[in-house]
């Protein structure tokens, strides 16, 4: 049985949680009192089923859900940066004009309250009441096995919030009465946090992947998947040490590797090693992918398989509206087509991914192939006869829009889907953590101690598979690396956060920037987000302090 199934049969009251923000004054109020008694989680498999909310949860903070424009909230994340801004011109609130972004701004609050309303408080409670006299485990492994699930997701939650909001509220313990004095803790001491339940649950994750997928588990935490987040962590703590040790722990382990043969499931429309890790479910294990390291579940349309949305919506979200383009006699140039997916244009890669990043060296390189980004695009409306069939001029000055209704397509959010008129999204899996960031992550340590021979060692692993020319040394730079993320991890990195982490955002959100408006309005304090204003009223009992700047 597939973990998204497993999430639909939790029975407990966990969905209560709503009553965090609806039925309180404080957004950071945590469980109330009586949500559960201590004999309601008894055992190993009643904490499971409780823990099993959390991989609802993670999905549904990184991958949804939707503003009431229909906007994918993860993309908050990603637009706003060197790598991709909004692409529907009449939202110019969407990190495009940063006049207009202020602590009433609907992604504001999203994180903010996906984590303090979700992710952390389940968190804190499964740990507190594991550790109850009440709990019945079979041994110690048992129990520190259900903890470190609990602590991977609420580090993950607490990671996330450092990147976007800077010093945040910790909170570790689960909370009975309400509360409205929060205060800020420094960065310094939430990563540090993050750091020790991360290396909890790398010591009691389970080692073997290939256990958990033979068990129907694909979706489940492994040691793995804590090295993973942890070598991340340890770099933004200026650890390089800890993450070449925590990255070389999955590299080294035999149970992963890049996959450079194709396996799974076909794409009809042609594929390479690089495309035919994101096709439909091959990036799941039972696929025969030993690269991914965490993936997310989604059943389309199946309560509890999916956001409240019903989709995860990558395929909805980054491609233009090509459906209403008008060709260059005025007449309207294409419409829509199964093969070509229903996007909207919510998300527009900017120049420096599309063009910038695909010089000489990477002339050959798989991820800028054919198969991985659509470039050509043809007139596709019958009705008009004139252009019907004939290849679209992307620098003909009579196309009125290359921002928003056609651009270059990144591909791999291709799947399948129904028909137009019926499913417009594929029903898909999605990789969290790959293999290959781990080996960017352990080039990145390298590059922190000055080992630019280890690597550039590193990185061209990644870009041999994709038949890409090897890097030197001495061109290794922190520039480079952001480079050859991007092309490795476009959408599947909240880049957002990596800059941060690196405190490059300003600088290269400035640079690369699409629009105008956005080069006049971008200042270093929108790094961070602000405090969400609602957080803040609430907090009645203490300053919680606003972001300088807004």
Request: charged share 20%; proline share 5%.
């Amino acid at each position: 049985m597939k973990l998204r199934y497993q999430i639909n049969l939790i029975a407990l009251a966990l969905t209560c949680s709503c009553l965090i923000g609806a039925c309180k004054k404080s957004i950071l109020n945590e469980v109330p009192e009586d949500f559960y008694s201590p004999d309601n989680l008894k055992d190993a498999a009643t904490f499971q089923t409780a823990t099993n909310t959390l991989y609802a949860d993670l999905r549904n903070f990184t991958m949804g859900n939707t503003s009431s424009l229909g906007f994918w909230m993860r993309d908050y994340l990603r637009i706003g940066t060197d790598v991709a801004f909004a692409g529907v011109k009449s939202r110019p609130f969407q990190l495009v004009d940063f006049s207009l972004f202020n602590p009433q701004h609907e992604a504001v609050s999203y994180y903010w309250n996906t984590a303090y309303q979700g992710m952390v408080p389940r968190a804190n409670l499964i740990i507190k009441r594991a550790n109850l006299p009440q709990a019945i485990w079979a041994n110690q492994a048992e129990k520190n096995s259900i903890i470190a699930q609990a602590r991977f997701f609420r580090a993950y939650a607490y990671n996330t919030l450092v990147g976007v909001y800077g010093d945040v509220p910790l909170i570790t313990e689960e909370i009975q009465k309400p509360r409205y004095d929060f205060t800020r803790t420094p960065i310094a001491v939430v990563l540090d946090t993050i750091r020790r339940d991360l290396e909890f649950a790398s010591q009691w994750l389970p080692k073997d992947p290939d256990a958990i997928s033979s068990a129907g588990l694909d979706g489940r935490l492994t040691s793995a998947a804590a090295d993973h987040l942890l070598t991340d962590v340890y770099l933004h703590l200026n650890m390089p040490d800890s993450a070449i040790s925590s990255a070389t722990r999955i590299i080294a382990s035999g149970k992963y590797n890049l996959m450079t043969t194709l396996f799974g499931d076909a794409n009809p429309r042609g594929r390479d090693v690089y495309s035919n890790l994101f096709w439909e479910d091959n990036p799941n294990r039972r696929k025969g992918n030993r690269e991914s390291i965490l993936v997310l579940q989604f059943k389309n349309n199946v309560s509890g398989g999916a956001p409240s949305v019903g989709h995860h919506g990558l395929s909805r979200s980054w491609g233009p509206s090509y459906f209403n383009l008008i060709a260059p006699n005025g007449k309207k140039g294409m419409v829509l087509q199964d093969s070509l997916m229903r996007p909207s244009a919510f998300v527009r890669p900017t120049n420096y991914y599309f063009y910038n990043i695909w010089g000489a060296a990477n002339g050959n390189d798989m991820r800028n192939s054919v198969l991985n980004i659509k470039r050509d695009w043809y007139y596709n409306d019958p009705a008009n006869t004139e252009y019907f069939g004939k290849k679209v001029d992307m620098k003909d000055p009579r196309l009125i829009d290359t921002i928003e209704f056609l651009y270059p397509q990144i591909r791999k959010v291709e799947g399948i889907i129904t028909s137009i008129g019926q499913s417009t999204m594929p029903d898909k899996d999605w990789a969290l953590f790959r293999l290959s960031e781990t080996y960017l992550y352990r080039a990145e340590a390298y590059l922190q101690k000055g080992d630019l021979a280890s690597a550039a060692k590193d990185i061209n692993v990644v870009r041999a598979r994709v038949n890409a020319l090897p890097v030197k040394p001495a061109d290794v730079t922190i520039e480079y690396i952001l480079d050859e993320r991007a092309r490795e991890l476009i959408i599947e990195e909240p880049r957002r956060l990596t800059l941060n982490r690196l405190g490059l955002w300003y600088e290269r959100t400035l640079k690369y920037a699409l629009f105008d408006v956005t080069k006049q309005t971008v200042k270093p304090f929108h790094k961070y987000f602000p405090i969400p204003q609602s957080a803040i009223d609430a907090n009645s009992g203490a300053v919680l302090k606003q972001n300088p700047g807004y």
